[in-house]
């Protein structure tokens, strides 16, 4: 292996000027993001169908399309978690075929956001750094806190400080340091940017992002592979920078490009929370540019009002025939029900609003009810308990007396036969 792996440079996004495998992000001419580019040739030498199917269940098991060097060192045992075939859902929502990709059941920290920290923490590693850091909706900090202490780096985490409860201890716990912003995530996100120049630290999401972002793209190849080696017809993204649903599209490029995978027609939807809905209010009015937004929704997770990937996953919509919609606090909240008494799934609010936006698609007939379809469930609902309490029913409170037990048996039979 050379000592760059199978990268070959960062690249500008906008104007392709080339940049040395830095913690860098932007271009220095035209302040475009950077993206890790790859020695393709090479790739398609290594990694094939059968050495895919013989490596480790990880998302490692694609390590030369994901930016490291050597082998990774954080994070090795994130990721391949299942695709359920949701034909309960499907019933529900009146679509052919269905299915949920779960990374509500991400190892360690139940979302998505493993995948792209064990990517952004081991390139860290090889990079040198010593402290990490990141700005965050909640998951990001809960995943850099627990694979930081995992590998014995020093870890900062800024958030809203006005997060669930389960978001916060779940930084808290692994000794971070947490740091609650009173301000939005944009703000906390504009503050980081500045620590970021001035400390030298790995900050995750600021001078570690074109490595990060790469991660989310695991997400895809394991839904290629799950599907036997196909890409699905529609995928739904939740999105809140946008880089997920750009990610998952760069992953059917790269698996379609490289033969590994067949279809090479898809569409993908992105959805948000209606209380900060930038990028599908642009998509619904057919713009190519967002306008920025300051959040209100229970999707905390999502609540970015200047997404830093809208126009790109604008873009990925518009090129792919996909569409973006928006789901309210209490379609959010339907959603997240409606996935756990079809399917067994516990989502976060973030869940709720794939499941929602996903139904209104569904009935708009932008996915069609014959066609093949996979939701992207990306955090847990454990963590957002503050969302759905008062919600989702009451427990029913007896004495320890079988009297007692047959007494509501018989009050539940004759409400529902009245019901
Ligand atoms: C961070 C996050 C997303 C979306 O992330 P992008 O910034 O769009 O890549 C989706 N769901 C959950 C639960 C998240 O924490
Ligand atoms: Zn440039």
């Given at each position: 292996m050379s000592q760059n792996g199978f990268m070959k440079a960062l690249k500008c996004r906008e104007c392709g000027r080339e940049y040395p495998l830095t913690a860098t992000h932007v271009?220095?001419?035209?302040f475009g993001p950077l993206e890790v580019a790859y020695d393709y040739d090479r790739i398609r030498r290594s990694l094939t169908r059968d050495a895919i199917s013989r490596?480790?269940?990880?998302?490692?098991?694609?390590r030369e399309l994901l930016?490291?060097?050597?082998?990774?060192?954080?994070?090795?045992?994130?990721g391949f978690t299942p695709l359920v075939k949701a034909d309960r859902l499907a019933r529900a929502l009146g679509i052919r075929e269905l299915y949920v990709k779960n990374d509500?059941?991400?190892?360690?920290?139940?979302?998505?956001k493993d995948r792209v920290v064990s990517v952004a923490l081991s390139r860290s590693v090889e990079l040198g750094f010593k402290t990490v850091a990141c700005a965050s909706t909640g998951n990001l900090a809960n995943s850099v806190a627990a694979n930081a202490a995992a590998a014995g780096l020093e870890c900062f985490v800024f958030i809203p400080?006005?997060?669930?409860l389960g978001k916060v201890v779940n930084s808290l716990v692994y000794g971070a340091t947490v740091i609650g912003i009173r301000g939005h995530y944009d703000e906390v996100n504009r503050l980081c940017a500045e620590i970021a120049g001035k400390y030298n630290w790995a900050f995750v999401n600021v001078n570690m992002r074109p490595y990060y972002a790469e991660g989310s793209k695991s997400m895809g190849f394991e839904i290629q592979e799950q599907l036997g080696w196909h890409v699905p017809e529609h995928t739904v993204v939740c999105m809140a920078s946008g880089s997920l649903l750009t990610k998952i599209h760069k992953s059917y490029q790269e698996f379609s490009k490289m033969g590994?995978?067949?279809?090479?027609k898809w569409k993908i939807h992105g959805a948000q929370a209606t209380g900060c809905n930038p990028i599908t209010q642009a998509q619904k009015a057919g713009l190519d540019f967002f306008k920025p937004q300051k959040p209100n929704t229970i999707a905390k997770s999502l609540a970015?009002?200047?997404?830093?990937d809208g126009f790109y996953a604008l873009r990925v919509m518009k090129e792919t025939g996909g569409h973006g919609e928006d789901v309210t606090d209490d379609e959010i909240r339907d959603g997240i029900r409606l996935l756990a008494e079809t399917e067994g799934i516990f989502a976060e609010t973030a869940g709720g609003v794939t499941v929602g936006v996903a139904k209104k698609l569904i009935a708009q007939g932008r996915?069609?009810?014959d066609s093949s379809a996979v939701l992207c469930v990306t955090g847990n609902g454990l963590k957002t308990l503050d969302a759905v309490v008062g919600h989702v029913g009451e427990t029913r409170e007896i004495r320890p007396s079988l009297r007692e037990f047959e007494a509501l048996l018989a009050k539940e039979k004759s409400e529902a036969a009245t019901a």
């Open positions: 271009c220095e001419f035209d490596r480790p269940q990880t998302m490692w098991r694609y930016p490291v060097a050597g082998e990774p060192t954080v994070g090795t045992q994130v509500a059941v991400n190892y360690p920290t139940l979302s998505f400080s006005d997060l669930e590994l995978s067949s279809g090479s970015i009002g200047t997404p830093a996915i069609p009810r």
